[in-house]
C-alpha cells in the first residue's frame, strides 16, 4: 500500500512539475527573468519554445544565460538553431549585448536576414565560428 502510494505521489510531482513549465512556456512573455528557476527547468521551457521564441522574448532567455554563466563577458559561444521567430531586430539587440562573442550557431533562423547579418559583422568583429546553414 505505501510503495503505491510513493509513486502516486511521485507520478503527481512529475506531472505537476510538467504541467509548470508548460504553462511557463506558454506566458514566457509576462516573465522578466527566470533566474529563481533551477537550471534544469530554465533549459526546458527553453527547448519548449525553441521554435516560436520571439523578440519580446528573447531577453528572458539572455538574461538566464548570463545569470548562469556569471556575466555577459563570460559568454562565448551562444546557439540559436531553429530559433525561426526571432528577427532582425531581436538578433541586432543580441549583438549589441555579447560583443564578446566567438561562436554563433543561427542555423535555420528562418527571421535572419540581411540587417542582422550586416549588424553582426559590425557589433561581432571577433566572430570565428558561425552557422548559417539553411538561412
Request: charge should be negative; hydrophobic fraction near 40%.
Amino acid at each position: 500500500h505505501f510503495r503505491f502510494q510513493s509513486r502516486l505521489k511521485l507520478s503527481m510531482i512529475s506531472s505537476l512539475q510538467d504541467l509548470s513549465v508548460r504553462a511557463i512556456a506558454r506566458n514566457l512573455h509576462t516573465f522578466k527573468t527566470l533566474d529563481p528557476l533551477p537550471s534544469f527547468l530554465q533549459q526546458q521551457i527553453f527547448d519548449l519554445r525553441k521554435n516560436t521564441l520571439t523578440d519580446n522574448e528573447l531577453p528572458v532567455l539572455l538574461s538566464s544565460t548570463f545569470e548562469d554563466c556569471g556575466s555577459v563577458d563570460a559568454v562565448s559561444f551562444l546557439s540559436f538553431r531553429n530559433y525561426g521567430k526571432i528577427t532582425d531586430a531581436g538578433f541586432t539587440a543580441l549583438f549589441a549585448q555579447c560583443p564578446g562573442l566567438t561562436g554563433l550557431d543561427l542555423a535555420y533562423c528562418e527571421q535572419l536576414g540581411d540587417a542582422a547579418l550586416t549588424s553582426l559583422g559590425a557589433l561581432l568583429p571577433g566572430i570565428a565560428d558561425l552557422d548559417l546553414t539553411g538561412c
